[in-house]
């Protein structure tokens, strides 16, 4: 839920007001696409549900949480607990493998059989046969698809995806669209995906569109 | 979710470093070479120490010595000696020889008995036994000479000198003596004669200055630790007012082990300057390291680590590899005795494996990694994720402030380096004063750094483009400047300040002596001979000034009732302690001396013993005008009372002593002269040649020395010093340069595009060369500005207050190696540079 949200990021003449009076709810499993053009301020928006840009002015409570009363550590405990992110471009961690960055979010969550439950995730992804490979020795699609197993493992209460199909090619972006949508459905996982496409946001069973800023209509 | 635990940070940071060591090559290099450096000198010391202490009973002679000035022993001493196991005496002097063609030379005399030496072999060319070498053939003595004697008369082996009344003849030359070490400095080639000659030859009379050692070997049954420091303390019971020097086979020599000490402190020194750059060099490869990680690090961060949690992942990756680099580091250092040992030196190097030491270094180089990469550290805990998002092309120098902690951490890490540096100290002041130089220095670099920084970027618009972008890559975020004036600048100041003491130490023991320098010292004029010598001296030597004070040998023995052993003077005043001091007497104020506290006694005074000392000396031994010193002279205690203080001008190179006592004191004691004779016009060696020769062959027992001499001596000494600290410093200019080649290649990637956008544009190569060029040139030049400024006056305190000479600018030498080290940055930087511009925009430009 986002109450009268306001951010502005800059100093003196390069300040924007990028955020205007965002008032948001969304509740438990649903799945809503974020649409508009570039520069609305959808990956703000984004990133500040994923308590990673605090907000000047407004509430912001993601699963019970008021994300404006945790502090940095706080906030980094519940990315860890409640939130899972696929970003456009995949952002896997090259000195990794496939299982490792999987199991990584799980390790900094105290979980001991981390490595155990990162090839389950893979496996469940249909990327068993991947697991001990590189990013740098896999597809884009088959990197994305280990970035969305990393992004499920911890069981998330939010799954965020930023532009998940912007760097894949049409064939691939919508295998990676059908996963998504599948493992939300199956781990009724909220949802929210920011995306230019109308056609790919209208999966979703609720539209949000930005422009400069602000919440048009719903 | 719980603390990232340090498992989980250690697992992270080791599948970090699959990436490989690129970008780390000249932090590991600056750890490598900072931690060789001081744990090489530590070691070259500890080899030292060890081999003193292990050679201890051959250099000293003996188990114990006991050493007197002056006199001999008495009966009931040389009785107690003598039941404490097998005693050899010897005595040492200063002495002439001559040949019979007339030429005379300084000798360092060593009169031996039958059981010399106790421990060891003195080795003789050919081989002869010292009986057989020293024995007495019908009036002939026997002798063995250094062979420098024999080189610097030009006589062959088996030639007879005059030694005082009586002939000897050198059967041999002497290749080693065992006790070599613990003699000091000799001002002449060494000549051994055996004991029955030195009382022959006329030269022991009253006041002659003998130094006289009764060596002593303990039984096998007594030759523990506890039982050497048992007789030390008998015949200090049994003999308290003897005035003799006990050394212990574990004090062989005294001053050799503290000279010793206190060089591998200087050396140490430098060790840490090199280490502190290579600190930048560390900082400089963190920054960069962390800056290629943004993304990685901005990842960690979404999937739900802390930015403590970021901060111990690389601080543990950081540290892993500051262990890497410090092992072979330590290698090296530890095999520095053994290379130094392979090169034959005539020291006691017992080259070891010395775990405390190498620890000591390892922690240093620790700390230093931890002081310098904890604040980019801290940078990295609040990196922003927006770069995932935004897909920004990430800045370089785009970082946020450290938190409070980090700033306080990295102040906890200096303050535990500042500890360990000051604590391991051999001398506490002198490890402050470096301290506080160190930070200084880094202070005002940082401020040059960012003063042209500055005014490159308030600069009026400069019309050729090449001089606008040389200003531009001044002052851009990401520019060389701090790194290129720090590291240069450092490694400058010290190159500066070592160059100048060196410079300044030869001008004045070498090169210019003082203007009133005397040309001779003559010692050992007996009091019956004084007037016949000084009448002599006018005769031979027209146109010399001749000034002439008794002089005795004395060793202070107690200090306002405060034993000397128990006495803790700070290290530069410790020197008047350890030994017998020369000391005089005399109804007026030395000329060469100022009076500045107390006053001088009347003309003829008769009271209580007085003594005037000079000021540092009893500021160091805490004594006070009015307060009591007590000095052994002849076997006798003297209690004075502290009548005045004195300023001595020590560089005058005159007859100064640091006590001065009532001429009272000493009526009727043996006393011999010392004279000096200056020449105020000037003379030649011919000139001073002929009166050396008409001395020894009129006062046979008058020994005169060659102030040119004696300073070759010395500044021989301090070349030998000088090798050592010149190669450290030389090491902190290569890490300067790898620090620079590491800044270079951190920018590489931003050269190339600025290059590239350049090239499209119309530039050619040679103009762009020209901007970086001038680039380096500016931050460069300003460098090494700075460390002639610095080093200059680092030098200048160094020498007029730790060494209490006088300085003067030497400009040759420093602005030769400024102006190399700001060639050697264009260099580099162009070198950089050039493979820059060899780029092809396309390939660039299409991944842009």
């Known amino acids: ?218 | 979710m719980r603390r990232l635990r340090p498992i989980v940070a250690a697992r992270m940071a080791a599948r970090e470093m699959r990436g490989g060591l690129r970008g780390f090559y000249v932090f590991i290099v600056c750890i490598l070479l900072g931690v060789a450096a001081i744990a090489g000198v530590n070691a070259v010391a500890a080899a030292l120490i060890e081999g003193l202490a292990r050679e201890g009973r051959t250099i000293l002679g003996g188990d114990l010595a006991f050493i007197l000035s002056l006199r001999e022993a008495r009966a009931a001493e040389l009785a107690f000696l003598k039941n404490q196991g097998e005693v050899s005496r010897l005595g040492t002097l200063r002495a002439t020889v001559r040949t019979t063609q007339g030429e005379a030379a300084l000798v360092e005399l060593k009169a031996v008995d039958s059981f010399h030496p106790l421990y060891g072999v003195v080795a003789l060319e050919p081989t002869l036994s010292l009986a057989q070498a020293l024995g007495r053939e019908g009036d002939v003595y026997g002798a063995a000479a250094d062979p420098a004697l024999l080189a610097r008369l030009g006589l062959p082996l088996g030639a007879q000198l005059t030694l005082g009344s009586v002939q000897i003849q050198v059967r041999a030359t002497i290749e080693s003596e065992p006790d070599k070490l613990s003699s000091g400095i000799g001002f002449g080639p060494r000549l051994i004669v055996g004991d029955e000659t030195l009382r022959a030859s006329g030269l022991l009379q009253p006041g002659s200055i003998v130094r006289w050692q009764y060596r002593v070997r303990l039984p096998v049954s007594k030759q523990s630790e506890a039982s050497v420091l048992a007789v030390t303390a008998a015949a200090q019971q049994m003999f308290p007012e003897a005035g003799w020097e006990i050394r212990s086979r574990s004090r062989a020599a005294p001053s050799l082990q503290q000279n010793i000490v206190r060089f591998t402190q200087y050396l140490t020194l430098v060790g840490l300057t090199a280490l502190l750059i290579g600190g930048i060099g560390v900082g400089n490869a963190v920054k960069a390291h962390l800056d290629r990680r943004r993304r990685v690090i901005a990842t960690f961060k979404c999937l739900g680590a802390t930015g403590a949690g970021v901060a111990a992942i690389y601080l543990m990756q950081v540290m892993v590899l500051a262990c890497l680099a410090a092992i072979p580091g330590l290698a090296l250092g530890a095999a520095l005795p053994f290379i130094v040992a392979a090169f034959d030196l005539p020291l006691p190097l017992a080259p070891a494996l010395s775990g405390d030491r190498l620890a000591l270094a390892f922690v240093y180089g620790m700390l230093v990694a931890a002081a310098f990469a904890l604040w980019p550290l801290g940078r990295a805990h609040d990196l922003p994720v927006s770069a995932l998002f935004r897909d920004e092309i990430a800045q370089e120098g785009n970082w946020a402030r450290p938190r409070l902690r980090y700033a306080v951490a990295t102040g906890v890490v200096l303050a535990l380096l500042i500890g360990l540096g000051v604590a391991t100290a051999y001398d506490r002041r002198i490890a402050i004063i470096f301290v506080i130089a160190a930070a200084a220095v880094f202070v005002l670099l940082r401020l040059v750094a960012q003063l042209i920084m500055l005014a490159a970027r308030r600069a009026p618009h400069l019309r050729s483009p090449v001089l606008r972008l040389a200003v531009a890559n001044l002052h851009r975020p990401g520019a060389l400047t701090p790194s290129v004036v720090l590291s240069l600048g450092l490694g400058l100041v010290l190159l500066v300040t070592v160059i100048a003491i060196e410079g300044n130490l030869r001008r004045q023991f070498l090169s210019a002596l003082p203007e009133h320098a005397p040309t001779f010292y003559f010692i050992d004029i007996p009091a019956s001979e004084t007037n016949r010598f000084e009448e002599f001296i006018r005769a031979h030597a027209p146109g010399g000034v001749l000034q002439r004070v008794p002089m005795l040998r004395g060793r202070i023995v107690a200090a306002n009732g405060i034993p000397a052993e128990e006495i803790k003077p700070p290290p530069d005043v410790a020197w008047a302690l350890q030994s017998d001091r020369g000391i005089t007497f005399s109804d007026a104020l030395p000329a060469g001396s100022q009076l500045v506290e107390g006053e001088w006694w009347p003309r003829d005074y008769a009271g209580a013993p007085l003594v005037s000392f000079e000021k540092r000396i009893a500021d160091g031994l805490g004594l006070k005008v009015g307060e009591i010193v007590t000095v052994n002279v002849l076997g006798r205690n003297i209690t004075a009372k502290l009548a005045n203080l004195r300023s001595v001008d020590w560089q005058s190179l005159g007859i100064n002593f640091v006590m001065v006592f009532s001429p009272n004191t000493f009526i009727g004691a043996p006393v011999t002269s010392i004279a000096t004779l200056s020449y105020p016009a000037g003379s030649t060696r011919l000139q001073e040649g002929g009166l050396m020769r008409a001395v020894a062959a009129e006062f046979p027992g008058v020994s005169a020395l060659r102030v040119r001499d004696l300073l070759d001596a010395v500044g021989q000494t301090v070349t030998t010093l000088t090798y050592g600290i010149r190669a450290a410093s030389a090491l902190t200019l290569i890490l300067a340069a790898c620090v620079l080649g590491g800044a270079l290649a951190a920018s590489q990637r931003q050269r190339i595009y600025d290059a590239v956008i350049l090239k499209t544009l119309g530039a050619t190569r040679m103009r762009l060369l020209a901007a970086y060029a001038l680039e380096y040139l500016a931050s460069g030049a300003a460098a090494a500005v700075f460390g002639l400024l610095a080093g200059a006056a680092a030098a200048a305190f160094v020498l007029t207050r730790l060494m209490h000479l006088s300085f003067v600018f030497i400009p040759g030498p420093l602005l030769l190696s400024c102006a190399l080290g700001t060639l050697i940055t264009v260099l580099l930087g162009l070198v950089g540079t050039f493979r820059a511009l060899g780029h092809k925009p396309a390939p660039i430009l299409r991944n842009l």
């Open chain 1, 1 to 218: 839920m986002l109450a009268g949200v306001n951010l502005t990021l800059g100093r003196g003449r390069a300040r924007v007001h990028i955020l205007k009076d965002i008032d948001l709810y969304i509740g438990n499993g649903e799945a809503v696409g974020l649409l508009g053009p570039s520069g609305s301020g959808k990956s703000t928006l984004l990133m500040v549900i994923a308590g990673l840009e605090r907000t000047d002015s407004g509430i912001i409570a993601v699963n019970g949480n008021e994300l404006n009363r945790l502090d940095e550590d706080g906030l980094a405990r519940f990315r860890a607990k409640n939130v899972g992110i696929v970003f456009q471009s995949f952002h896997l961690i090259p000195t990794m493998t496939a299982v490792e960055n999987v199991a990584v979010p799980l390790e900094f969550a105290g979980v001991r059989d981390a490595r155990e439950r990162a090839k389950l995730e893979l496996a469940a992804l249909g990327l068993e046969a991947r697991a001990d490979h590189y990013p740098a020795e896999l597809s884009g699609g088959e990197q994305q698809r280990v970035a969305l197993a990393r992004a499920l493992a911890p069981e998330p209460a939010i799954l965020l995806a930023d532009e998940p199909t912007g760097n894949l090619d049409e064939a691939t972006g919508a295998e990676i669209i059908d996963l998504i949508f599948e493992q939300h459905t199956r781990r009724a996982t909220t949802l929210l995906l920011v995306t230019h496409d109308a056609a790919l946001a209208s999966r979703c069973g609720r539209l949000v569109r930005l422009r400069s800023g602000r919440l048009e209509s719903e």
